[in-house]
């Protein structure tokens, strides 16, 4: 794997104002995303999971510059190999970048215009940065339909005619459209239906292997994000809580957070269900406005201490991960069992 | 097992198509607009429809009662003309029907003399006497024994397009400061809806009063005209830029305006490629429910004496001659024109409807779909 | 034939829509029986019939859409009813007291004026003949049953001041505060987080083993289906395609699409970064419908000028049944 990362970001804050009162006055912030550091190696795939309400929506608009962040630095890679800072960019410098990151969005349905063709659609990023004439862009727009397994004989009919997965596959034709190096999937496959889901994840999949694309994947589900992921970051109120290449973080999680979710995803497989004790929560995911003192977790947890509730546990590193906990050393938490070992038992 | 299937085109079909076909489902708008077409195809030939010209007057025919249009085989077609006499105590004029006389009424005939559309010369009339100035009075004569018929059909010209070019201004101004504000937000915003809510807390007959009655009483009727129209979409704005406002507001958050900007498309082309295609047609639908009003608006002014003023014809107008109890209860054929207004009123509200109901037809069935209800 | 144990029984099941583009067979031929005190899942993806299936059973489906025939029985105390063609009375007799029903959006079915325990009171006062501070006992006493902290301050809480989580756990409450047979629970977790979903879906296996309650939970997640049910009936464009104790469906799927299913789903622990098996095709639209076994094109294992001619029948096995040409001569 290359050691230059393609995107590191560094500090990446994004608050959103609270206002109130007659005059707007500021009260307060949403601290939506809080001192976020991560990396993304080109051609992988950084897999982001948490909650709603956690912050992964946030950073991966911010990444896209959808939103502005209100800190920290986003230090992206060029092709030629020199290195920028787009977290300061100015709406017109953000041109070039956002040709080359690129956004594939949740909602099948509300992110086509539904009074364009599919040839408008697609063609749109190719019209706005200058790609060629519009044969040309015509063209690219067929082979693009081609390559997303839609006929290009469809590129003149309006997305009201596609089923939910169909319509992924334009916003996926819509994001390659300019030969990105880097697409945002904001929880990409979520509104599908499960027997769509595998077919756009193998796109997805296909895409990465052809032509080298990294992925920041957004989803809330863990199995997806284990399947489609090499590293995986674990976020919760707007703080990523650890951090790793995701069959050592799926199968021996450093984080209490992170062994509570791996806990509640429910398994179809019926073995499953005798030997797996669940990990009680306590309560609700706390409000991003009011974020607990200490360890954000440490009303949640079941192994909280005195010092959780009072010290903010850095991010740090352990055992080559990253983990923000007090007790990560001591812990001994239960991740996935090895699906063989698990087979054997049941 | 299942009906029509939707044909295979139906991906490829553009947006006002789908409305088309949406439309045509609602079958009280199909019945309005089935009205309305007629309805202004008569007001913009007016001249040729109107057996008479507004002003042409029979003196000695004040208030006189429709008359029956008769037909038979050999003749064609002919009304009974009036035998009139004198009450002796009230000296009002008393007609009835006079079975012995004929006049002869024929179609495209000759008749006053106008220039169709302001350009072509011509004495063509669609229905009126054969012989010029004989009375054929359809739906009766007003006080000064002009045909009320000529008279309904010029008016519906002023009324009806006084709703037009007066929606037609609000709009203007609805899309410019409800776009305004919803773009810019913040102060702006704050400031435009306030002055909004000041001019939607005015009750709005005495304000048009106000203005109206402010106007030079030498102003002649076009531009008398024009000033009424202003006043009534001075009002008629607000509501529209409410409108324009909440769905700048509410598109600035949908996914397919951030695509568009990630895209890299620039600011001015995502607003009138994206944002404003997305919601002009919801405009146009309320647009079509704004007209009633201000054909009512101009109705109530004129009826009141406030708005056009004779010679100019327009329904307000011909009903202010209706204002005395007495003149209702002798001629009650010169209410037609209020008829007229509400069947006007009553067909654009249903066409509005429709329209409202077919401007997104993405989303209705979606929606359809979506509809729950409570357990219990 | 219905067993003793039998609570409600489906026959032959037919809702449509009569939209504009066509009929649209919602539910086409559904037969499914829930035993007393079981819970039976059913599973589908969007579009398969599962909640218009379940609407139907307590005519909450909204015209164009009606109940085009079949039977519903549900066998009471007082003997049993037949609910399609019933008349209003006893569907609101039944309606609560006997079967509940929980959404995915809370938000949309309890009324957003009216506190909490104003609206389980309103609806246990409905139903039985109790006083109103014995229904308020009786709120309170549910609201703490289900996990809500401090549920005297919360009984006058308003909906939108509980989170997403705690909304679900008060509508669980109000459905099962007249005790009914029967919760009849659709996508109760679909709008949840993870770990918020496991915790209503435990809540539920506890409150079953309290109040003895069967639980009909509609679902297209698998793996919310393995955790709770008992049996399983998997849907496909309106018709059960498979339908057996849930753990045997699940450990060996007979039907071509429930494995397809299985397979296409990424699961924890398992093949990591490898080639997912994809169902081919989509779910086709609702009015064009394929001829034969709906499965057939999407299907692996599919029969030409079989599968697309005739409609497979049920086909008992000892564990279940399947809908599949497969399985015909088996028989």
């Known amino acids: 794997m290359s050691t230059e990362p393609l995107l590191s970001i560094e500090g990446l804050t994004k608050h959103f104002p609270i206002r109130s009162g007659l005059l707007g006055r500021q009260v307060g912030a949403v601290k939506a995303v809080d001192e976020v550091d991560l990396a993304i190696e080109p051609g992988s795939t950084l897999g982001l999971v948490g909650e709603s309400g956690c912050g992964k929506t946030t950073l991966g608009r911010c990444i896209v510059r959808a939103h502005d962040p209100t800190g920290g630095r986003m230090l992206y890679r060029q092709p030629d190999g020199s290195v920028i800072d787009v977290a300061g960019l100015q709406e017109k410098e953000l041109k070039p970048y956002r040709a080359q990151v690129r956004m594939i969005f949740q909602d099948p349905h509300s992110s086509l215009n539904p009074r364009k063709t599919l040839r408008e659609i697609i063609g749109e990023p190719m019209r706005a940065h200058r790609y060629g004439s519009k044969e040309e862009i015509d063209e690219r727009v067929g082979e693009l339909l081609d390559r997303v397994g839609l006929r290009p004989e469809y590129a003149n009919r309006y997305p009201h005619a596609f089923s939910g997965g169909e319509r992924q596959r334009v916003g996926i034709a819509r994001a390659l459209a300019l030969s990105p190096r880097l697409v945002v999937a904001d929880e990409a496959v979520s509104a599908l239906d499960v027997s769509v889901r595998a077919q756009i994840l193998n796109l997805l999949r296909d895409l990465q292997e052809d032509s080298g694309l990294a992925y920041l994947f957004v989803s809330h589900d863990l199995g997806i994000v284990e399947h489609v992921s090499d590293v995986v970051a674990v976020m919760y109120l707007g703080k990523v809580v650890e951090q790793g290449p995701t069959e050592e973080l799926y199968t021996r999680p450093l984080h209490p957070y992170t062994e509570a979710l791996l806990s509640a995803v429910p398994d179809p497989d019926p073995a499953a269900k005798r030997h797996r004790e669940r990990i009680k929560l306590l309560g609700d995911i706390a409000d991003p406005a009011h974020v607990p003192p200490g360890c954000p977790f440490h009303p949640r947890c079941v192994y909280a201490r005195d010092t959780c509730r009072t010290e903010p546990p850095p991010l740090r590193e352990v055992g080559g991960r990253r983990v923000a906990c007090h007790l990560a050393e001591e812990l001994e938490l239960r991740g996935v069992p090895d699906p063989d070992v698990r087979e054997v038992k049941a | ?376 | ?331």
């Open chain 2, 1 to 376: 097992m299942f009906l029509r299937r939707p044909t295979k085109e139906v991906g490829t079909l553009p947006q006002w198509r789908l409305m088309w076909r949406q439309f045509r489902r609602h079958r009280l708008a199909l019945a309005g607009m089935a009205i309305l077409v007629p309805v202004y195809f008569v007001a913009i030939f007016a001249e040729f429809f109107a057996p008479m010209s507004s002003s042409t007057a029979n003196t000695s025919m004040t208030y006189a009662p429709p008359q029956a249009l008769r037909f038979s085989g050999d003749l064609g077609l002919y009304v009974h003309g009036y035998r009139t006499e004198r009450d002796p105590k009230t000296y009002e004029q008393r007609y009835t029907e006079d079975p012995g006389q004929r006049i002869d009424v024929g179609l495209f005939v000759h008749g006053d003399e106008y220039e169709l559309l302001g350009l072509i010369p011509s004495d063509l009339h669609l229905i009126g006497p054969v012989t010029k100035g004989e009375p054929v009075f359809l739906l009766g004569s007003d006080q000064n024994g002009r045909d009320l018929l000529s008279r309904l059909i010029h008016g519906a010209r002023v009324s009806l397009s006084i709703g037009l070019v007066g929606v037609a201004a609000s709009f203007l101004l609805g899309m410019l400061i409800g776009g305004i504000s919803g773009y810019f937000g913040g102060g702006v915003d704050n400031a435009v809806q306030r002055v909004i809510e000041f001019l939607i807390a005015i009750p709005t007959l005495p304000l048009w009063m106000a203005l109206s009655a402010a106007l030079p009483t030498d102003w002649g009727p076009l531009t008398r005209y024009f000033a009424i129209t202003v006043i009534l979409s001075l009002i008629g704005w607000t509501g529209l830029a409410r409108d324009v406002r909440g769905r700048f507001l509410s598109l600035r958050e949908e996914d397919f305006v951030m695509a568009a900007r990630l895209d890299g498309v620039g600011r001015l082309s995502i607003i009138f490629r994206h944002m404003i295609p997305s919601f002009a047609s919801h405009i146009i639908a309320s647009l079509s429910l704004a007209i009633p009003s201000m054909i009512l608006g101009e109705t109530s002014l004129s009826f009141l004496g406030l708005g056009l003023q004779a010679p100019a014809v327009s329904w307000g107008v011909l009903l202010e001659g209706a204002q005395n109890i007495r003149v209702v209860a002798n001629a009650p054929w010169l209410l037609a024109p209020g008829v007229a207004v509400v069947i006007v009123v009553v067909a654009m509200n249903f066409f509005g409807d429709g329209l409202r109901d077919a401007a997104d037809p993405y989303g209705n069935r979606r929606v359809r779909r979506g509809r729950r209800r409570r357990a219990a």
């Open chain 3, 1 to 331: 034939m219905a067993a003793d144990d039998v609570l409600l029984e489906i026959e032959d099941l037919r809702t449509h829509f009569l939209l504009d583009d066509g009929v649209v067979c919602a539910v086409d031929g559904v037969d499914l029986r829930v035993r007393k005190g079981e819970t039976l899942a059913i599973v589908g993806e969007s579009g398969c019939g599962k909640s218009v299936m379940a609407r139907s059973i307590l005519r909450l489906v909204d015209p164009p859409g009606h109940i085009e025939g079949g039977r519903i029985t549900l066998h009471r105390e007082g003997g049993p009813v037949e609910l399609v063609g019933a008349n209003r009375r006893l569907l609101r007799q039944v309606r609560w007291r006997d079967i509940a029903m929980v959404f995915q959006e809370p938000m949309a079915s309890l009324s957003l004026v009216h506190t909490i325990g104003s609206q389980i009171v309103e609806a246990v006062r409905l139903h039985e003949n109790v006083g109103k501070a014995a229904a308020r006992r009786r709120a309170i006493e549910m609201l703490d049953r289900v996990g809500i902290p401090m549920p005297q301050r919360r009984v006058d809480a308003y909906p939108f001041e509980l989170s997403g989580g705690m909304r679900q756990r008060a509508m669980i409450a109000m459905a099962l505060s007249c005790r009914p047979s029967l919760l009849i629970a659709d996508e109760p977790t679909t709008a949840l987080d993870v770990t918020t979903q496991a915790q209503i879906l435990e809540l539920l296996r506890d409150l079953q083993a309290d109040f003895g309650m069967a639980i009909m939970m509609i679902t297209h997640d698998l793996g919310v289906a393995a955790q709770v049910a008992d049996s399983m009936a998997v849907m496909y464009l309106g018709r059960v395609v498979e339908y057996g104790a849930a753990e045997q469906v699940l450990a060996a799927p007979r039907h071509p699409y429930t494995r397809a299913l299985l397979r296409s789903m990424p699961r924890l622990g398992r093949a990591s970064r490898t080639r997912l098996t994809a169902i081919k095709g989509m779910v086709p639209p609702p009015y064009a419908r394929p001829d034969g076994c709906p499965f057939h094109p999407r299907c692996d294992s599919v029969v030409a000028g079989k599968c697309d001619v005739v409609l497979p029948r049920r086909v008992p096995m000892a564990d279940r049944e399947v809908s599949c040409l497969l399985y015909e001569e088996e028989a």
